[in-house]
């Protein structure tokens, strides 16, 4: 009765382990339940110390500047200086030392050669100076720049060193007066912009009890490009010689 009870138990085996392997079976597993989905612990990653960074070298001090017009003037166009290195004409600051107006800009122009302000600029800073009764012969004009930078703009990296060397100069000099042309040279002396610091006077005081007057406008080259802008800085130049209040 029944079914035939002759089985190949190997080949039965042998199905039943295919079965399970297309299953995806692949894996012992005893007869003891096991939570399978359980979280595994997992041993903590050992600490570690955290590579120290490179101790970079501190930047040398700059040198102290000399505290004398003659040795300042020397070391102004010297190899010291931080635009030692630019290419173009080194030019000097100009006029008598000790000129009760000085006037500031940022750099000589692409034309420069021997003094500052040559060329259609130069002309026009003249007239700026005659309309107030001066001119260069009783005028001390200097630059943030002894070069002229490859972009025409002072350079952001030594922009602070160049407004220490400036504001040394200012005091050696101690002028009465101060003009300041253009936004670099504004920044170097007062810290702020030409459009926040026109329309007021502003004082330096040096040690030696002098006080010196400054007052910020546009540089010449500014007034060349938009010259509606001359009538500004006329307010300045009358501002600058005391003739209108601050």
Excluded at 91 to 113: H, K, N, T
Excluded at 162 to 188: F, T
Aim: proline share 7%; net charge negative; with cysteine.
């Amino acid at each position: 009765m029944g079914a035939d009870q002759n089985h190949d138990w190997a080949k039965i085996a042998a199905s039943a382990l295919d079965w399970w392997r297309e299953a995806g079976v692949d894996m012992l597993v005893a007869d003891a339940p096991f939570d399978w989905l359980a979280a595994v612990e997992t041993a903590a990653p050992a600490a570690f110390a955290p590579l120290a960074a490179p101790t970079a070298a501190p930047a040398p001090a700059p040198a102290a500047l000399p505290d004398t017009r003659e040795a300042f003037a020397t070391w102004r166009l010297g190899e010291d200086a931080p635009e030692a290195r630019w290419g173009g004409v080194a030019i000097a600051a100009s006029g008598p030392a000790d000129a009760e107006l000085m006037v500031f800009v940022d750099c000589p122009e692409r034309d420069d050669r021997e003094t500052l302000l040559e060329g259609e600029t130069g002309r026009l800073f003249d007239r700026m100076l005659a309309a107030i009764g001066r001119s260069r012969a009783d005028t001390a004009l200097a630059s943030v720049c002894t070069r002229r930078p490859t972009t025409g703009r002072v350079p952001r990296d030594i922009a602070d060193r160049l407004g220490e060397i400036a504001r040394h100069h200012v005091a050696l000099a101690a002028p009465i007066r101060l003009l300041a042309m253009g936004d670099a040279a504004s920044r170097a002396l007062l810290a702020m912009s030409v459009a926040d610091a026109r329309g007021r006077t502003h004082l330096i005081n040096h040690k030696q009890g002098k006080i010196t007057h400054v007052v910020a406008t546009h540089h010449p080259r500014f007034l060349l490009d938009r010259p509606a802008a001359k009538a500004e800085t006329w307010k300045d130049l009358l501002m600058l010689t005391g003739e209108i209040a601050s």
